[in-house]
């Protein structure tokens, strides 16, 4: 298992920006560098779902409904990955969760809320 720890997330009116981040500090590179990361978000009352990932080698990939708007990237020497999020929607409300895919590791969730 990684030990992942998100944060970043808060309320923001429709429109706004967030970032968030994930950090893995207890991982040594060799575990967190070669396995691909991804964000999956949950709503409530929904099943958690894919938003974006990326490979080792920063090939990404989104879901539909972020594509335009989110940017996932990953900083290898800081074991961190982002999320920008921008044009948020509230549909977009849900814990975001950070997944380590190869360990099948996640994080404990990050809040965000977007008013309309």
């Known amino acids: 298992q990684v030990y992942l720890v998100e944060s970043g997330g808060g309320s923001v009116q429709a429109g706004g920006s967030l970032r968030l981040s994930c950090k893995a500090p207890r991982a040594i590179t060799s575990v967190f560098n070669p396995s691909p990361m991804a964000w999956y978000r949950q709503a409530p009352g929904k099943q958690r779902g894919l938003v974006a990932q990326?490979?080792?080698?920063?090939?990404?990939n989104y879901a539909d409904s972020v594509k335009g708007r989110f940017t996932i990237s990953r900083d290898n020497t800081r074991k961190t990955i982002y999320l920008q999020m921008n044009s948020l929607l509230p549909e977009d409300t849900a814990v975001y969760y950070c997944h380590h895919i190869e360990s099948m590791s996640w994080g404990q969730g990050t809040q965000v809320t977007v008013q309309g």
């Open positions: 990326i490979s080792n080698d920063g090939r990404t």
